[in-house]
């Protein structure tokens, strides 16, 4: 399955929403750049690892200024072409917002994927002021779906944004993709990796199994990785070892593994370290690992973006009770008067 990917330094701070600014009910305007339609303004936004609203909370307002598309955003990048890109005023009424991008992403290939697409806006001068990251559920064979990527309002001294553009593309076949919040799997589980830390050339990645089933969930030893290229390609010449100690004792992920039962709404984590040395030779990136949480499980594909240099070796802790996991969607009790 092919991918795309250009880095452009920016901090990952955007927030999105499909059914936003300016993705729906916005229409051309007249010589002032105007929108003449009323559209929405998102007013949920879903963090990293957050539990998704109920139900989308949107109110109509305002007028977005939408803004000419540079050359340089006319292309197509694995699939996905920005096609709009608009300014939000204070006289909007979308108050948390600053500027939007409408896009479209094109599924290429013969199997349903779900996307995640990171959109960068842009400066006058072409510098990254800002990059946000989108994920577009189960897109089918042949499907076009449509988009809105949403920058979060800034501090005042922030750059004008003037242009954007696809920073990078990353695709998994749906069934596999995996999500630390929804509906819970038919296997009872979720699987995940978390963003991660990364200090003096170590990094370090958690994958985190969490029981969102009604049954205990029984796991024992080392989860099975198999890692995968921007083409979706086994990468070969990778040793996986058992335990984090040889990369780095710090980790945590050293030790023999012990049997981890899991009750409904509990979780459990093992770590994945390697180093990003690069001496002779060509580096190994690998943006897809494929994870088995133990024989027999169904697959699920992460996107942790290890970066193995030339080092040919990558840690895997064993699984551990996580008793720090809480989980997102559940409602804290109210007290008492």
Same mark, same amino acid.
């Given at each position: ?140 064979? &042949?499907?076009? +779906?449509?988009?809105?990527? *949403? ?6 001294? @922030?750059?004008? #944004? =003037? ?117 002779? &030779?060509?580096? +190994?990136?690998?943006?897809? *690992? ?6 027999? @499980?169904?697959? #699920? =594909? ?36």
């Amino acid at each position: 399955m092919p991918t795309a990917s250009r880095t452009a330094p920016a901090v990952l701070a955007g927030v999105l929403l499909l059914a936003a600014c300016g993705s729906q009910s916005a229409s051309p305007g007249d010589g002032d750049g105007r929108v003449r339609a009323e559209t929405l303004c998102p007013s949920d936004y879903q963090r990293y690892e957050s539990a998704p609203p109920v139900e989308p909370s949107v109110t109509a307002s305002g007028t977005p200024t939408a803004l000419p598309l540079p050359s340089s955003s006319e292309g197509v990048e694995g699939g996905v072409k920005i096609t709009r890109l608009f300014a939000w005023g204070p006289e909007s009424g979308c108050g948390s917002v600053d500027y939007s991008a409408d896009f479209e992403v094109t599924n290429r290939e013969t199997e349903t994927v779900t996307y995640t697409v990171t959109i960068g806006f842009l400066s006058p001068t072409g510098g990254a002021v800002d990059n946000v990251e989108k994920t577009v559920e189960r897109v089918g064979p &042949g499907r076009t +779906v449509k988009g809105t990527a *949403v920058m979060a309002q800034t501090a005042m001294t @922030a750059p004008e #944004v =003037t242009g954007a553009q696809v920073v990078k593309v990353r695709g998994v076949p749906a069934d596999e993709a995996s999500s630390a919040s929804g509906p819970c799997p038919a296997s009872g589980v979720r699987l995940y990796a978390d963003e991660g830390d990364a200090a003096m050339g170590l990094r370090v990645v958690g994958l985190h199994l969490v029981n969102c089933g009604s049954e205990p969930y029984r796991v024992d030893g080392y989860p099975k990785l198999e890692l995968h290229d921007e083409e979706h390609d086994t990468v070969d010449g990778v040793r996986i070892l058992d335990g984090t100690d040889r990369i780095s004792t710090a980790t945590g992920g050293g030790g023999s593994p012990q049997p981890v039962v899991l009750r409904p709404g509990e979780a459990a984590r093992a770590g994945l370290a390697w180093r990003n040395t690069t001496q002779a &030779g060509d580096p +190994v990136n690998v943006p897809y *690992v494929r994870v088995w949480a133990k024989p027999g @499980a169904d697959p #699920v =594909t992460v996107v942790p973006e290890l970066d193995l240099g030339t080092t040919g070796k990558l840690g895997v802790g064993p699984w551990k009770k996580d008793d720090t996991y809480r989980d997102p969607t559940a409602t804290a009790p109210v007290p008492r008067p």
